[in-house]
């Protein structure tokens, strides 16, 4: 039993090192860097859609230089920050929009809502834009721009939002979840947010005009709103940290290590059957974590933000995994008829759900686009897990080889072969359990 904890403690005390080392940029606006080198006096984390506005506010002149990100998105989506003079709602916005155009470059501009059904068309705004442009690299759009508000501003209405592609224009956003709550009230002479998620009064903030049961507010719609960083679950990057963490060591490293006992410790003798409780306590407790992982990744997504193909595999995996369960529970004996199409059938599984699973630590790893210490670590990881398996296939091939010759010179036994208590010959040499 304390060989079986070793499996599990060592690569997931491994995969957390970088925890303490990884820079408050992936937690936290204060200290992000652009690579533009724009520097910013104040910033918030928004408490929805993986959101972070950064600023410098003139009082003396009303002008606001804002740089407003989104993480964890793609080249499918589009992003908008806007100001709503009048009100909390969609109506009466003024929005800053960007989106990846056809050219691969990002096309930022200005768009006036009039109505609750809107393309997000170019149009002037109620205040002046002198300068706006937008950048997208590794999974993170921004908006920048020069704002000229009226004289004596210092506090707005923030509405943020984001959503899919309609072709060359931006599309309808999602109506319920994190995309609903995306507003608060900013001072930015302070920095704070007084009022977050609740009305200042004026305006419509939501609800159904056209009869369609759904909620035509696209914009948000007043609520509370838990403020940034009030605890470790309340920040949705430490959530995303929480499900990156548990589903690298599950699927990334533990379902790996697993499938390595399985096929490597077998042929030792002496290993006869703790590799198998080595193997099924290791893929045991992958599975444990990862739906743990795959839970938190199914909260998040219905907090919004784009996943991409990196939910799907998610799925696929727990698939692929419920039925390595079931079929344990199945397992023919050794010399049932039935038991070669059951190996096949278990070792094809495995290896796709292995191979899934590293493919989507990357992807999440893009997603989340943390520092670069934990794409290195989960890299040497597998390098190490590499090495070793590389070295143990070799050994055990010079191990069954020399079984083999030496089962060749000598007569055949006059009874019949001894078959370990899980089930595998010793001397056999086996893709899994």
Known sequence: MKRAGVCYLLPLLLFSIPLFFTPASSQSCSSYKFSSNNVYKSCVDLPVLSSFLHWNFNQSTATADIAFRVTGTSSSRWISWAINPSSTGMVGCQALVAYVGSTGSVHAYTSPINSYRTSMPEGSLSFGVPSISGA?????MTIFAKLQLAAGTTTVNQVWQEGPMNGANPGTHSTSGANMRSMETLSFATGSTPVSGGSSGGGRSGGDDDGDGDDDDGYGSPGSSSSSGSSFFSNRQQKKNVHGLLNAVSWGIMMPLGAIFARH?????????????LHITCQGLAYILGIAGWVTGLRLGDEGGETGYHGAIGAILFIGATLQVFALLVRPKPDHK??????IYHHSIGYTVI????LNVFKGLQLLNPASVWKQGYIAILIILGLIAAVLEVVTWSIVIKRRRRAAMDPPPKHPSIVGGNGHSDSQLHYGA
Do not use: C, T
Request: proline share 4%.
């Open 136 to 140: 997208f690299q590794n999974g993170e």
């Open 265 to 277: 410790l077998k042929v030792f003798e002496g290993a006869n059957p703790a590799w198998f409780y």
């Open 355 to 358: 191979s899934l699973s590293i």
């Open 338 to 343: 039935y038991r070669f199409f059951w190996n």
